[in-house]
């Protein structure tokens, strides 16, 4: 809702938003209650996880410095149909993202972003993990789970070690079975050696049952290759394997999403 100018129906981002949830936004602090409400009613119903598509739109590097009378000054002119410039748009995009960050705190619950695999009208840069890097090195959002979902492909070794580096980063190899099993490989491998099965695991990002059927065959499929590299080679015990496929398949997703069987 912060293109900054009317789409192509001359309608205003901020319109829709207020008609979708039937609200009446006068300053920031009535977006703040209308995105601590919406997320908090969605985690009571049972939700277990938020989702960020920013990448499709903008880079991830979001600043969690933003002061709050800039963003209420931004935020006001976009309520008036003034354009924002490129900075101040992100600088409001930013703090509006600390908003929704600090609810998943509260909840403690799982924060999904979107990272590698682009559509083809993205900029593939904007998609690279790294740019989370700046908000899971100052500390403050330690109570927040980051998932970086397909892999981070093609940025997959910078997904891996941010994800070894900070123990609240988890990497989600979901998509990578459909779009490319041979990368999909690679990067389990190595994810493996450097993760352990730990704070690793394999969704599917699927839109039905058939395809979900067919992507959790080829999972395990392409799972049950790499750890028999492992073994073979000598790397690993067949005890080790098992125990970091079930991880890898179960145990870890459970945990985070606070998931029973």
């Known amino acids: 809702f912060l293109a900054g100018k009317p789409g192509k129906d001359g309608r205003w981002p901020l319109d829709g938003t207020q008609e979708k949830f ?3 936004l006068r300053d920031l602090k009535g977006m703040e209650e209308l995105i601590d409400r919406e997320i908090d009613s969605f985690f009571d119903r049972g939700g277990v996880s938020l989702k960020s598509t920013a990448a499709y739109f903008r880079a991830l590097d979001f600043n969690d410095t933003v002061p709050r009378p800039r963003a209420a000054a931004l935020f006001t002119k976009a309520l008036t149909r003034q354009p924002l410039p490129d900075a101040g748009k ?3 995009e930013d703090y509006l993202m600390t908003r929704v960050l600090a609810a998943c705190a509260r ?3 799982p924060f999904q972003f979107h990272t590698g695999n682009q559509q ?3 900029i593939v840069a904007n998609s690279n993990p790294l740019g989370l890097n ?5 500390g403050r959002w330690s109570e927040v789970k980051f998932v ?3 892999g981070g492909y093609p940025f997959s070794r910078e997904a891996i070690v941010l994800t070894r580096e900070y123990t609240n980063v988890f990497l989600d ?3 990578m079975a459909l779009f490319s099993p041979s990368a999909g490989k690679q990067v389990l491998a190595e994810a493996l050696d450097l993760l352990e099965g730990h704070q690793l695991m394999f969704g599917t990002d699927c839109a039905n049952l058939e395809e979900t059927y067919g992507t959790v065959k080829f999972t395990r499929r392409m799972l049950a290759e790499v750890l028999a590299d492992k073994i073979e080679g000598g790397y690993w015990t067949e005890e080790v394997a098992l125990r970091a496929a079930r991880r890898v398949l179960h145990d870890n997703a459970m945990e985070l999403y606070g998931l029973k069987d």
């Open 134 to 138: 700046r908000l899971l090195s100052t």
């Open 173 to 175: 190899l979901a998509w």
């Open 148 to 150: 970086l979902l397909h």
């Open 107 to 109: 909840h403690k619950k």
């Open 90 to 92: 992100k600088d409001l």
């Open 120 to 122: 083809s009208w993205n």
């Open 22 to 24: 039937k609200v009446k």
